[in-house]
C-alpha cells in the first residue's frame, strides 16, 4: 500500500495518439451513434504503448486489491497520472473537441487481472465520456471468446444515483436487460470510447 518505486513516462515529442486516425471520422461515428459509441484499432504510436507497458510493469502503483470480484486498481490519486498519460488525455481533448473537448478529466485508473479474478460486473462510471483501452499483448488473453468489454447503449435514468446504479444489480441487470449491448472484444492498443 505504498508507492515504492514509479517508472518515468514523460509525454512525447508529437504526441501519444496515432498520427494515421482519422479523427473528424471517429468523433461522427461516436456523434452519429446514440448514447455514443466507437472503437478503434491502433489508437496509441507504438512508442507510447511500449511506454505505458513498461510504466505498468515496473510502477508499484497497483494498491487496490480489495475489489471483491477480481481485480486489482491503481487511480490517479495513488500515481497512476504520469505526464505521458495526462498527454494523452490532453491529445483527446485536442484531436476529438466535440465529444471529449467540453468535459474536464475526471479520473484516471488501471486494472489487472490474473486468472483466478473473475473481473468487473456491470457498472456505471460517474462520466459523460469513458475511454477504455488495452495495451496488454493479445497472446496474453487466454480466453478469446470472453476476454473484453459489454457496453449497455442504454442510459441510466437521469435519477439514479452512483449507489443506484452500481450497488444494486438486481436493478441494474433487469434495466440493461431491455436494451441493446455491444460486446468489445479484446484487442492490444484497441480504445473503446462510450457514454458511461
Not at 475526471?106 to 487481472?113: A, D, H, S
Not at 456491470?122 to 497472446?139: Q, S
Not at 435514468?157 to 438486481?170: I, M
Request: charged fraction near 25%; proline fraction near 8%.
Amino acid at each position: 500500500q505504498r508507492l515504492v518505486y514509479l517508472e518515468d513516462a514523460p509525454a512525447l515529442d508529437g504526441g501519444a495518439l496515432n498520427p494515421d486516425l482519422d479523427f473528424e471520422a471517429i468523433e461522427g461515428a461516436f456523434l452519429d451513434d446514440p448514447p455514443g459509441l466507437v472503437v478503434v484499432d491502433d489508437f496509441l504510436q507504438p512508442e507510447a504503448l511500449a511506454a505505458l507497458r513498461r510504466y505498468c510493469h515496473r510502477s508499484t502503483v497497483w494498491f487496490g486489491y480489495g475489489k471483491v470480484l477480481g481485480y486489482c486498481g491503481a487511480y490517479m490519486q495513488d500515481g497512476f497520472g504520469t505526464p505521458l498519460l495526462l498527454q494523452l488525455a490532453d491529445d483527446f481533448r485536442r484531436r476529438l473537441p466535440r465529444v471529449i473537448g467540453p468535459h474536464r478529466l475526471n479520473q484516471m485508473w488501471g486494472y489487472i487481472y490474473d486468472p483466478a479474478m473473475s473481473g468487473i460486473t456491470a457498472h456505471a462510471d460517474p462520466a459523460a465520456v469513458n475511454i477504455n483501452f488495452w495495451i496488454v499483448p493479445d497472446d496474453a488473453n487466454l480466453d478469446p471468446e470472453r476476454g473484453g468489454l459489454v457496453v449497455s447503449k442504454r442510459e441510466a435514468p437521469a435519477e439514479w444515483d452512483f449507489q443506484a446504479y452500481n450497488n444494486r444489480p438486481e436493478i441494474l441487470d433487469a434495466y440493461m436487460a431491455e436494451g441493446e449491448e455491444v460486446r468489445v472484444p479484446y484487442r492490444c492498443n484497441r480504445m473503446v470510447m462510450f457514454n458511461s
